[in-house]
T-cell receptor, first 114, second 110 residues
Framework: NAGVMQNPRHLVRRRGQEARLRCSPV?????VYWYRQLPEEGLKFMVY????????ESGMPKERFSAEFPKEGPSILRIQQVVRGDSAAYFC????????????FGSGTRLTVV | KQEVTQIPAALSVPEGENLVLNCSFT??????LQWFRQDPGKGLTSLLL?????REQTSGRLNASLDKSSGRSTLYIAASQPGDSATYLC?????????FGTGTSLTVIP
């Protein structure tokens, strides 16, 4: 029973490129949460998704960032036209029905923009 | 709005010392509180989870307490070891979201 799988573990992108971060939840979990950890800062909420729906994207930057969680396949966090300030660790967590029901964190994807 | 604060930001102690890490939160209507450990460049390792109805949890040399009414939690580490060196994060679940503190960076000197 694999936990939350995030890939890639490390991602290097040049300024202006696109970054795609994947999160495969625990089998049977239909809720996914994305968090960003900027250098020297705490983890901050970005977006909360259920299958095929965005429930709360209040923590997501308005431009260049998008997230999806399709009916089949992993959740994708997409960052277009990356800038150096996007360099951070991106973590996802999955849950079977909201955080009240328990949750599992992935090991994160470390994005470096050069 | 929920804010989580951790004090101190950094701590350096000699091996064998007992130590206390502090966490405070502004809104007491939390669902639970959790302490994590994060090693450099790594993910989150869950240490202790305290439900809102509980006062403390213990695991080995770790003891976490929760005083919900005052918005405080402490993580007590007994007989510290060099392997305890890491960043310790406090997080609360509030309105179906995690709110994290910025962490306490602990260094245990052999």
């Amino acid at each position: 029973n694999a936990g939350v799988m995030q890939n890639p573990r490390h991602l290097v992108r040049r300024r202006g490129q696109e970054a795609r971060l994947r999160c495969s939840p625990v089998k049977g979990h239909s809720h996914v949460y994305w968090y960003r950890q900027l250098p020297e800062e705490g983890l901050k909420f970005m977006v909360y998704l259920q299958k095929e729906n965005i429930i709360d994207e209040s923590g997501m930057p308005k431009e260049r960032f998008s997230a999806e969680f399709p009916k089949e396949g992993p959740s994708i966090l997409r960052i277009q036209q990356v800038v150096r300030g996007d360099s951070a660790a991106y973590f996802c967590a999955s849950s079977p029905g909201g955080l009240d029901y328990g949750y599992t964190f992935g090991s994160g994807t470390r994005l470096t923009v050069v | 709005k929920q804010e989580v604060t951790q004090i101190p930001a950094a701590l350096s102690v000699p091996e064998g010392e007992n130590l206390v890490l502090n966490c405070s939160f502004t809104d007491s209507a939390i669902y639970n509180l959790q302490w994590f450990r994060q090693d450099p460049g790594k993910g989150l390792t869950s240490l202790l989870l305290i439900q809102s109805s509980q006062r403390e949890q213990t695991s080995g040399r770790l003891n976490a307490s929760l005083d919900k009414s005052s918005g405080r939690s402490t993580l007590y580490i007994a007989a510290s070891q060099p392997g305890d060196s890491a960043t310790y994060l406090c997080a609360v679940i509030f309105r179906n979201q995690f709110y994290f503190g910025t962490g306490t960076s602990l260094t245990v000197i052999p």
